[in-house]
């Protein structure tokens, strides 16, 4: 299972999407920043960066996710460590790229094109071209086959 199929199955249950609530800027932030080993370092200042929000928001998310048992937050010296929970932290664990991503990295006809829509500002057609490219593929398999 991917990142997005285990996040379309977190945020359609009600009491899971109810827990992140408020908080889902600093959870999807956490959630695909981190690695394997289900840990996130960092302070607000990088939050505060990362995320456009005040200190103050930051906090108040924060502490709204560890009381619904979303994250575990471990405060250091100037930073803190941000453990997700279960079932949350199955999005940190699990095969981490879709049929997509893995495209994007290992096809050189889709990095070519990926290359000409970054040099022409027209990214928002990526999702449509890889798409097609994975039609494209099953299509010559199928053709091969016969």
């Known amino acids: 299972m991917t990142r997005w199929n285990l996040l379309h199955d977190i945020t359609m249950a009600k009491d899971t999407r109810e827990a992140i609530g408020k908080a889902w800027p600093l959870f999807l932030f956490l959630a695909f920043n981190m690695k394997k080993i289900n840990k996130f370092i960092t302070n607000y200042a990088e939050l505060k960066e990362k995320l ?28 803190m460590s941000f453990v997700l929970l279960s079932p949350y932290d199955s999005l940190v664990t699990c095969e981490q790229d879709d049929w997509a991503a893995v495209r ?33 593929t099953k299509l010559e398999k199928k053709a091969e086959s016969l």
């Open 52 to 79: 456009n929000v005040s200190p103050n928001t930051l906090k108040d998310w924060r502490d709204h996710l560890v009381q619904n048992k979303v994250v575990q937050v471990f405060k250091g010296n100037g930073s």
């Open 104 to 136: 994007i990295k290992t096809d050189p006809k889709v990095k070519r094109v990926l290359d000409k829509l970054s040099s022409h500002d027209n990214m928002s057609l990526l999702p449509v071209i890889v798409e097609l490219s994975a039609k494209v």
